[in-house]
């Protein structure tokens, strides 16, 4: 019953959370970073600051996410249980612990007595059961190789439409049960890419698509219809089928593109086949929120939770998920590329590929593949014309 997946990727997680104190170091470049990128932003025009505006929608939303805890119930074939499930640990523990970045049974499972006694603010003895209880409901050990062949093969590929830039990926394109990352300059092609995933979704298996529908998460309203129908025409489709088959939520803040992700798992769990979600952009809002000096950490732990939430959706569904991300200049890089992306080391861990889009010579764009656990940071070449991303202008 219980997922006793132990793969790399969750490793790279649970380190990454017991580094919380990691975000004290990206503090400094993050927030010199964040004065240049706001100049950058009211050169382009887009500061739109529609982050604090729609409040009353953001009050709805954060009092859903509560009720939206209890849409787990509903999974019955694949619980996961929770630090809740633990015994000794009441709803004040479960809240320290997510002070302290650690949000499930995996968190605590690799801690010591001590440490989870300190951090739940509970006695050592009892933080020993707990962690016992943990590492029991984990199952933590291995699995077959034939078991872990099985789960492999749901995983499902779907094309970005060029050969070059799947290649990068690792051949097929962009996998279910991780989170693709795109990171990039205003006008680098992070949303382009996206609306051309969420019409390869659609596509049959042997043309590179998963048969299945798109969820498209839209924080920066720059989702257009008609892009979309173009891509679809140009690929021979049914501009208007393809559409259909896009659901499109615009989020208004940071609250209610969390409560998106809810909303998602139910309508899986209703029958829509989905496989594919789209969140363009992921950081956007919270950057927008939390811009004061001192509330880095408050953001970096939000979308810490946020993004383990992802891609616990992702495994949990089968879904592929490919989120946008933008850049900021990086003061400390004297060569190069001087940008960085938003959210530091907690986005980078998240994410299971993370690529940087840059525009090339003659209208190409550049892909550069960043710390994959398992593919070569390599680079490649593509295009954008009216079918999206291609291999050739
Ligand atoms: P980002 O999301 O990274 O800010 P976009 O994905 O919106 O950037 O990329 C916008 C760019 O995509 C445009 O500047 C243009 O170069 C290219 N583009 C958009 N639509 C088309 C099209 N129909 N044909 C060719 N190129 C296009
Ligand atoms: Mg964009």
Known sequence: MVEKKVDKRKVKEVKSKAKTKKVKEDKEVVETGDEDV?????????????????????????ESVEEGDGAEEGAEEDVVMQLSDLPGVGPAAVEKLEAAGIFDLMGVAVMSPKGLGDAAGMGESAARKAIQA????MDLG???????????KEIFNITTGSKELDGLLGGKGIETKAITEA???????????????????????????????????????????????EIAEGKGLNADGVLKNILVARAFNSDHQILLIDKVGELVKNGEPIRMV?????TAHFRAEFSGR????????????YLHNLMKMGEQFNLAIYVTNQVMANPAMMFGDPTTAIGGNIVGHASTYRMYIRRGKKGSRVAKLID?????????????????????E
């Open 183 to 229: 990171f990039g300059a205003y006008g680098s092609g992070k949303t382009q890419l996206g609306l051309s995933l969420a019409v390869n979704t659609q596509l049959p298996l042997e043309q590179g698509g998963a048969e299945g529908k798109a969820v498209y998460i839209d924080t920066e309203g720059t989702f257009r219809p008609d892009r979309v129908k």
């Open 134 to 137: 943990a590492r029991q409901m």
């Open 142 to 152: 291995f699995q077959d190789g034939l078991e872990f062949a099985e789960k492999r």
């Open 294 to 305: 001192g509330q880095l950490a408050d953001r970096q732990q939000k979308l810490n939770r």
């Open 38 to 62: 706001k100049e950058e932003e009211v050169i382009e025009g887009r500061d739109e600051g529609d982050g604090g505006d729609e409040g009353d929608e953001g009050v709805e939303g954060a």
């Open 278 to 282: 789209i969140i363009d952009s992921l």
């Open 372 to 392: 994959s656990p398992n593919l070569p940071d390599n680079e490649c070449l593509f295009f954008i014309t009216e079918k999206g991303v291609v291999d050739e």
